[in-house]
């Protein structure tokens, strides 16, 4: 494992080697080097353990052996003004630390996380702490409280203020928003251990366990444990430090807060790295694409059981079934409250979807049976990410309905082929994020994955690459290896299958008339061989190709042959033909394409691709289909029957709007996946501008367009934790902005849900991104890329889009639509 230079330049890498790791679980103690990166734990090896820890150039290494490394400390004693000084408490190898109201903002050397006061509420609400509060004041009690909770508070400190009453309301609130309910809190006096404790459970009872009440054992960078991804809050020590009966830690030599040292050699540095820990929201108060909902914290809540019944109405048994796998049911209990699943048109649209969760039993609405089934995922959501199983769902009404129709995701699965199943496991994370389009980029000049009937060779031969490109730019290589796949037709009929049922439609696209190296491998004679010769075998790099297919009646038999193939396979309503980065060069240099041109009836090189576009938009709608094209068709008249990707910006969504052409928004500086996720050195393979989670936040899709979709282009994505990478968890933001439309709201509503978000992959095995950037398993050290400022970028797209508001009957120029 090799550790990040650009991090170690700027201190922030640390290797502890053979150390004594005491994990926190309570588990036995082991001999391991522990590396940390930033503000995490990113690699832990055992002694023997295969791809060693190297540390780079000025990392600090510090030599473990004979003491423990343990997860921070957790005190649960709300700290008052006058209490343990801080540095105190860093000596005692507390990282985190609750503190009430008063105690939160200044910066500190450790973490803090906020409980609420009782005591500071009924000052707030009733002007003094000693009387009983009324039915109003309870109320208003309840409201702040709530405030508080979803502000990120983790809990309430009760004191000995309030009646019974009060209590109870107050701990119901508490309870509903998943909070630690801390009654009687001894704010003076520290937490002591027992010496009859073992060192693993002492650290147990001082790290995981009040992490786990508190909450921070869950999510992306959990505390309270020692393990890959974990924050780096840890305590060296010596092993004795637990011995003495009572006593407070002594023998700390070591303290980390977000992998800063705050105290080196038993001496307090004066680094304040810790901030104050917001608490995320319970999964139900979560939900990603954002859920309108209304909850009645008073009610009593519904308790999902391995014997809970799904109950569904006739035509709706699929749906019940996927729902009883999500959730993990088992042989339904006909004694306990059960889940209805209906159609019911006041709802709304098709689409649209209400929940009403009570203790006797949960009622799923929909417009349509697909509205039933967005409801029965946001129904997943409310529950546990890591088990559904137990979740105590609140009483209260969830309800949704999406801006659009199209929300969806392009994958290229050209480039790089995927399997069957793993394009099965990206239906299932599409429909788990309301998006119903799969578009497919089936075809391109490094493969052909797709059968047509009398062309056997684009499989046996255009489905193969022997070779493929590293990196990009002019430091790319060619590495040998045989890369090849194609899906059979009943393969494509199956998925088309299995989509239908979770309302995702799978939409193919084969690329013509360029972007063919792969077609003309199999058959050279559809190629302008006059003026290039006949390609080897299927291109082994990336960028865009002049190769295109020759203006002859055989290269429209074979194009009309692929989409019959597409409309045979595929039941979608859409049939993408591809349109772009088409070069017009070998046809201006072929003696026998100007013949043809001549004998057309074309002027120009230019009016070689219009041609060939209306050629095949006609015989897709003679399939009673509609064509799909990229936006460079705009740069000619485009014919009836056609649904635009507006690839280039606003200006060509402009475009296609003015003229009344159907269109779906997928910018590229807010939608292209395979574009690097921010400008650092330690991002795999940087092509293209950054694009951050929360610049993807910022989509737009104009009114009048048919919807939105994310783009991943794959050729520097060739495996299916590489794609996990780019997809998540960008797209969760997209698909979030496809949902509900209109403008972008501040992005920090998301940010304060996507924790929650971030479990739910996890749990899915998706291998997303960290927030804090790429793993050392996700970098790829030393491999070239391309990288772009979003300047350079967006005056590339400007070039591009020039004059494009004047329809012309030119071709486009070549410049990026399906790769950089």
Not at 760 to 769: E, K, P
Request: aromatic share 4%; proline share 8%.
């Amino acid at each position: 494992m090799l550790l990040s230079s650009v991090l170690a330049a700027s201190g922030q890498v640390r290797v502890f080697r053979a150390a004594t790791v005491v994990d926190g679980t309570g588990a036995p103690r082991y001999l391991a080097d522990v590396a940390v990166e930033g503000a995490r734990i990113v690699g832990i090896r055992r002694p023997g353990d295969a791809d060693p820890i190297e540390a780079p150039e000025r990392a600090v290494e510090t030599d473990a052996a004979g003491l423990v490394l343990a997860p921070g400390f957790i005190d649960l004693s709300l700290q008052p003004a006058d209490g343990v000084a801080p540095d105190e408490r860093i000596r005692r190898g507390v990282t985190t630390a609750t503190v009430g109201a008063h105690g939160a903002g200044a910066p500190s050397a450790g973490n803090t996380v906020m409980l609420v006061r009782l005591g500071d509420l009924r000052r707030r609400a009733l002007g003094a702490v000693e009387r009983p509060a009324t039915a109003a004041e309870i109320t208003e009690l309840q409201r702040m409280l709530g405030e508080e909770l979803d502000g990120g508070a983790a809990g309430l400190a009760s004191g000995t203020q309030a009646d019974a009453a009060e209590l109870e309301a107050l701990r119901r609130v508490v309870a509903e928003r998943g909070g630690l309910w801390a009654p009687d809190v001894d704010e003076s006096e520290p937490v002591e251990l027992r010496s009859s404790l073992t060192l693993e459970e002492a650290v147990h009872r001082r790290s995981r366990i009040p992490a786990e009440r508190l909450g921070l054992h869950l999510g992306d960078t959990p505390r309270g444990v020692i393990r890959e991804g974990a924050a780096a809050d840890l305590v060296l020590l010596d092993p004795e430090t637990f011995d003495d009966r009572g006593a407070a830690p002594t023998g700390i030599r070591e303290v980390l807060v977000s992998g800063v040292p705050v105290l080196t050699a038993g001496e307090t540095t004066g680094a304040t790295p810790g901030r104050a820990l917001r608490m995320p929201p319970p999964p139900h108060r979560a939900t990603v694409p954002r859920t309108a909902h209304e909850i009645d914290s008073d009610a009593a809540p519904f308790v999902l059981h391995a014997g809970t019944a799904v109950h569904p109405q006739d035509g709706l048994q699929g749906i019940a079934g996927l729902l009883r796998d999500a959730l993990g049911l088992g042989e339904a209990d006909a004694a306990l409250p059960a889940i209805a699943l209906r159609v019911d048109s006041a709802v709304g649209g098709p689409e649209a979807f209400r929940i009403r969760v009570g203790a006797s039993g949960i009622d799923v609405a929909g417009g349509s049976a697909e509205g039933v089934f967005r409801g029965t995922t946001v129904l997943r959501q409310l529950c546990d990410p890591e088990r559904a199983v137990g979740s105590r769902l609140p009483a209260g009404t969830w309800w949704g309905e999406p801006a659009f129709g199209w929300r969806g995701l392009m994958l290229d699965v050209a480039r790089h082929f995927r399997p069957v199943d793993e394009v099965r496991r990206m239906i299932d994370l599409l429909a788990a994020h309301h998006l119903n389009v799969l578009h497919l980029h089936l075809s391109d000049d490094q493969g052909w994955r797709f059968e047509v009937p009398g062309y056997p060779r684009l499989t046996e031969v255009g489905a193969v690459r022997q070779a493929t490109q590293l990196g990009h730019g002019p430091l790319a290589t060619v590495e040998p290896g045989v890369h090849e796949g194609f899906y059979r037709a009943e393969e494509i009929r199956g998925l088309v299958a299995y989509a239908a049922e979770r309302f995702v439609t799978v939409v193919p696209e084969v690329e013509l008339p360029g972007h063919v190296q792969a077609a003309l491998a199999a058959y050279p004679e559809l190629g302008n061989t006059d003026v290039s010769g006949s390609p080897e075998g299927a291109w082994e790099r990336f960028g865009v190709n002049r190769r295109v297919l020759a203006p002859t009646e055989a290269s429209l038999a074979f194009g009309r042959a692929a989409i019959d193939a597409l409309c045979e396979q595929f039941d979608a309503e859409w049939i993408g033909i591809g349109g772009d980065e088409v070069p017009t060069d070998e046809w201006a240099a072929s003696p026998a394409a100007h013949e043809r041109m001549r004998e057309l009836g074309l002027s120009s090189p230019e009016e070689v691709q219009p041609w060939f576009t209306r050629a095949f938009v006609a015989h897709v709608r003679s399939h009673g289909r509609t064509a799909l094209a990229w936006d460079e068709v705009l740069a000619g008249d485009v014919p009836e029957g056609v649904r635009v990707l507006a690839w280039r910006g606003p200006v060509a969504m402009a475009e296609a709007l003015r003229r009344d052409i159907p269109v779906v928004a997928c910018p590229d500086l807010e939608v292209y996946l395979d574009y690097p996720q921010s400008d650092s050195e330690d991002e795999p393979i940087r092509v293209g501008p950054p694009l951050p989670i929360e610049r993807a936040y910022t989509l737009r899709v104009p009114d009048g367009a048919e919807g939105g979709q994310a783009n991943v282009w794959s050729e520097h994505l060739p495996t299916r934790d590489r794609v996990d990478f780019a997809v998540f968890p960008r797209l969760c933001a997209i698909a979030e902005r496809l949902w509900e439309g209109g403008e972008a709201p501040s992005v920090d509503g998301f940010a304060q849900r996507l924790p929650v978000q971030l479990r739910r992959l996890a749990a899915a095995g998706v291998q997303y991104r960290p927030l804090d950037g790429p793993t050392p398993a996700q970098r790829r050290p030393g491999v070239p890329g391309k990288p772009l400022t979003l300047a350079q970028r967006e005056a590339i797209v400007a070039d591009l889009v020039a004059g494009l508001s004047t329809p012309r009957a030119g071709g486009p120029a070549a410049g990026g639509g399906g790769s950089e």
